[in-house]
């Protein structure tokens, strides 16, 4: 068994929590707080408070801790195993979405047919801000020196999970009391341009997090970060259904995973101890479905998996997996704008 940390983040400043990708006027912000952001921010606070590398509780929280992504409240991940009726009339004889790791039809469709979704996020809005360079002598715009960055706006809510081996103290992050020498950590600076963004409230508790499968039903779980696979000669892979059968030693009866869809250039950033550029990967995207055969998934397997993840860099968030225990659904607030739309473009007819 290992410690399950309910984490909370509230921005008090724009936050972008960059995406790495080729260098251009535009950078780009992921729309959720990566687990590698979220490691580097705590590591951050770790030293703020006087601590080292050597002390009690670096190794058993920042080495052996896995950190998953943070989602702001409100935001939806698309699950691959869904089929999307493409231009879907509503008064259609067939349902618009249909997850087939839950078995719902998708034989129909309307004219324009079907595609499956890509590991998406629904309900997020980032905002663009553009500024340019200052000449230095005349304080006029520099020439070509024009740049734009991807931004979440402050009092967005992030939650997310933290697990620490079972002896870890996790003291530093949750505190120990009013009277205890911890006060637990309750302000963080995430992402980039820390000088003048990223500071947030933060809220680290304990939780209890117990998974049993249903023997009589399928247990279906969903990746909610880029997974980052090699084969046996330490290559980028895509076979996760081997990746999973040697994890748990059960290979999954089905795989929803868009063609399959990857992602180059991830996993990059910096790093500040060292002054180097960390390495970029090759990875699966989030939102890959995979479903395990009645009774093949024990509470013991499934508890090993949650709690390590899957494929490599796992403590930085990547590889990080939920179970999934209903069909996936069009949220509210999409259904809400796509009838006001549609009841835009009847009124202008």
């Known amino acids: 068994m290992s410690q399950w940390l309910k984490l909370t983040v509230t921005a008090q400043q724009l936050v972008s929590f960059g995406a790495s990708g080729e260098h251009g006027f535009l950078t780009r912000s992921h729309p959720y707080l990566p687990g590698s952001v979220i490691r580097g921010a705590l590591a951050a606070a770790w030293f703020r408070a ?23 409240v409100g935001v939806t991940l698309d699950s691959q195993s869904v089929s999307q009726c493409k231009y879907h009339d509503p008064k259609a004889d067939h349902k618009e979405f249909a997850d087939l790791a839950f078995g719902e039809d998708a034989a129909r469709s309307c004219l324009a047919g079907r595609e499956e ?18 000449e230095a002598r005349i304080n006029q715009a520099k020439d070509g020196a024009l740049y734009s960055r991807e931004l979440i706006d402050k009092g967005t809510r992030f939650i997310g999970y933290i697990v620490l081996p079972d002896n870890a103290d996790a003291s530093f992050l949750t505190g120990n ?18 000088s003048v963004m990223g500071r947030s409230k ?27 696979l090699v084969d046996d000669y330490g290559l980028p892979s895509i076979d996760l259904a081997g990746a999973l059968k040697k994890m748990v030693g059960v290979t999954p009866e ?26 970029t990967e090759v990875a699966l995207t989030q939102g890959v479905v995979v479903r395990f055969a009645k009774g093949d998934m024990t509470s013991k397997k499934l508890q090993h998996l949650l709690e390590n993840g899957l494929g490599l860099r796992t403590n930085e968030g990547y590889g990080w997996v939920e179970v999934v225990d209903k069909a ?19 009124g202008a007819q």
């Open 50 to 72: 006087g601590k080292q590398t050597n002390d009690p509780g670096f190794k058993e929280i920042f080495r052996e801790g896995h950190f998953g992504p943070a989602y702001p």
């Open 117 to 134: 979704l890509k590991g998406d996020f629904r309900g997020i809005a980032l905002i663009n801000r553009t500024a340019t360079a200052l």
């Open 177 to 194: 009391g009013s009277k205890g020498s911890e006060p637990g950590v309750r302000q963080a600076f995430f992402g980039g341009r820390t």
């Open 202 to 228: 933060v809220a680290i508790k304990p939780c209890d997090k117990k998974f049993n499968p249903d023997p009589g039903k399928p247990c279906v779980i969903r990746t909610l970060s880029p997974t980052i």
């Open 254 to 279: 089905g795989i929803w995973n868009e063609n399959p869809r990857v992602e180059s250039g991830v996993a990059g950033g910096w790093h500040l101890a060292s002054g180097l550029p960390k390495p």
């Open 328 to 346: 996936w659904e069009e949220p509210e607030s999409r259904k809400e704008d796509s009838q006001s739309q549609l009841m835009s473009e009847r």
